[in-house]
C-alpha cells in the first residue's frame, strides 16, 4: 500500500493554507513542519476530478530548530489521504534545499513557507523539487470532529445498557475506586 496518493491536486483550501501560515509564524524561529491531506474536489461541488488540500497533519514527536524539522518516521500514520508536505524555512528563502529535496519522492505537493509568513510568503514544489502551480480555492471546509460520536450516542447506549446517562454509578459498581481529577 502507498502512503501518498496520485491524483491530481487541484489546489489548497484558504483555511488550510491560513493555519500552515499561522502554525509557521508560531514556531518561529524554529521551523515547522507537517503533512498535507486531501479530500476529493467532488466533495466541495468542483466541476473538475482531482483533490483538494484540506488539512496539515502534524506528526507527534517532530523536532525543530532554526535549520531543520525532523519528523518520526515511526510516528507517520499509514493515511490514504497524505499528498505531501509543507514546513517553513524561517530565514525567509523560498527555495528547498538538497535535505528538502530528498524527502521531496514522498508525496505530489511540498509547500515552503518563508518569514514573515504572509500570503506572499509561500512557494509550492514538486516531487523532483521543481516549483508548481497551486491554487488557493475557497471552498468551504466540513467542521472536524475528532470523535465520530456524539453525547447523544453515549446517552442512548448508556440507556440501553439500563443506565441512567444523567446520574453517576453507585460505589458499589467501582472496580477499584478510581476517580478522575480535573
Same mark, same amino acid.
Given at each position: 500500500?502507498?502512503? $501518498?496518493?496520485?491524483?491530481?491536486?487541484?489546489?489548497?483550501?484558504?483555511? *488550510? &493554507?491560513?493555519?500552515?501560515?499561522?502554525?509557521?509564524?508560531?514556531?518561529?524561529?524554529?521551523?515547522?513542519m507537517g503533512l498535507l491531506r486531501a479530500e476529493?474536489?467532488?466533495? $466541495?461541488?468542483?466541476?473538475?476530478? #482531482?483533490?483538494?488540500? *484540506? !488539512?496539515? &497533519?502534524?506528526? =507527534?514527536?517532530?523536532?525543530? /530548530?532554526?535549520?531543520?524539522? *525532523?519528523?518520526?518516521?515511526?510516528?507517520?500514520?499509514?493515511?490514504?489521504?497524505?499528498?505531501?508536505?509543507?514546513?517553513?524555512?524561517?530565514?525567509?528563502?523560498?527555495?528547498?534545499?538538497?535535505?528538502?529535496?530528498?524527502? $521531496?519522492?514522498?508525496?505530489?505537493?511540498?509547500?515552503?513557507?518563508?518569514?514573515?509568513?504572509?500570503?506572499? !510568503?509561500?512557494?509550492?514544489?514538486?516531487?523532483?523539487?521543481?516549483?508548481?502551480?497551486? !491554487?488557493?480555492? !475557497?471552498?468551504?471546509?466540513?467542521?472536524?470532529?475528532?470523535?465520530?460520536?456524539?453525547?447523544?450516542?453515549? /446517552?442512548?447506549?448508556?440507556?440501553?445498557?439500563?443506565?441512567?446517562? #444523567?446520574?453517576?454509578? =453507585?460505589?458499589?459498581?467501582?472496580?477499584?475506586?478510581? *476517580? $478522575?481529577?480535573?
Amino acid at each position: 500500500m502507498r502512503l $501518498f496518493r496520485a491524483s491530481e491536486i487541484l489546489g489548497i483550501a484558504r483555511d *488550510t &493554507l491560513q493555519f500552515a501560515l499561522d502554525a509557521s509564524e508560531e514556531t518561529h524561529p524554529n521551523e515547522y513542519m507537517g503533512l498535507l491531506r486531501a479530500e476529493d474536489a467532488r466533495k $466541495f461541488d468542483l466541476d473538475r476530478n #482531482g483533490q483538494v488540500i *484540506t !488539512d496539515v &497533519l502534524v506528526i =507527534p514527536g517532530t523536532k525543530s /530548530d532554526p535549520r531543520s524539522a *525532523t519528523v518520526k518516521s515511526n510516528m507517520i500514520p499509514n493515511d490514504l489521504k497524505a499528498v505531501g508536505s509543507v514546513h517553513s524555512h524561517p530565514n525567509g528563502v523560498l527555495q528547498p534545499s538538497d535535505a528538502d529535496r530528498g524527502t $521531496f519522492h514522498k508525496g505530489n505537493v511540498h509547500i515552503i513557507i518563508g518569514s514573515p509568513y504572509g500570503w506572499r !510568503d509561500w512557494k509550492a514544489f514538486d516531487s523532483n523539487g521543481d516549483p508548481r502551480s497551486l !491554487d488557493v480555492l !475557497d471552498v468551504e471546509l466540513p467542521e472536524e470532529q475528532f470523535f465520530d460520536f456524539t453525547q447523544d450516542d453515549i /446517552d442512548a447506549e448508556l440507556r440501553a445498557e439500563g443506565r441512567d446517562p #444523567g446520574r453517576s454509578q =453507585p460505589d458499589d459498581d467501582r472496580r477499584d475506586g478510581g *476517580t $478522575f481529577e480535573q
